[in-house]
């Protein structure tokens, strides 16, 4: 059983940046695909960017693409998500999961391929 807490979430204006964290308990962190969702108010979850277990491979979402930055520590199992240039579309409560898969496919992007799910952060970008 592996628990994700997300934080760093947070009321930040439109051109601001805010950093997430995800911290995950378990030595097998490290063998893990994470990755970041979010979920935003009458809207269906949506992937945001997911890295490989060595950090080596990284999805981006086309909507957060040239904003959004994924890594992660396996030193300190934590994956981190960078969010610059925010804008009020990017308000939703995010998540972070893990995915026991160690393989790296296009199915990193399904909700469904992931095992594991924090409780989510929220983010808010005022106009």
């Known amino acids: 059983q592996v628990q994700l807490v997300e934080s760093g979430g947070g009321l930040v204006q439109t051109g601001g940046s805010l950093r997430l964290s995800c911290g995950a308990s378990?030595?097998?962190?490290?063998?893990?695909?994470m990755g970041w969702f979010r979920q935003a108010p009458g809207k269906e979850r949506e992937f945001v960017a997911a890295?490989?277990?060595?950090?080596?491979?990284?999805d981006v979402a086309v909507s957060v693409k040239g904003r959004f930055t994924i890594s992660r520590d396996n030193a300190k199992n934590t994956m981190y998500l960078q969010m610059n240039s925010l804008k009020p579309e990017d308000t939703a409560v995010y998540y972070c999961a893990a995915d026991r898969n160690p393989g790296w496919s296009r199915r990193v992007r399904e909700r469904n391929e992931y095992d594991y799910w924090g409780q989510g952060t929220q983010v808010t970008v005022s106009s």
């Open positions: 890295i490989s277990w060595g950090g080596s491979n990284t």
């Open positions: 378990g030595r097998a962190f490290s063998s893990y695909v």
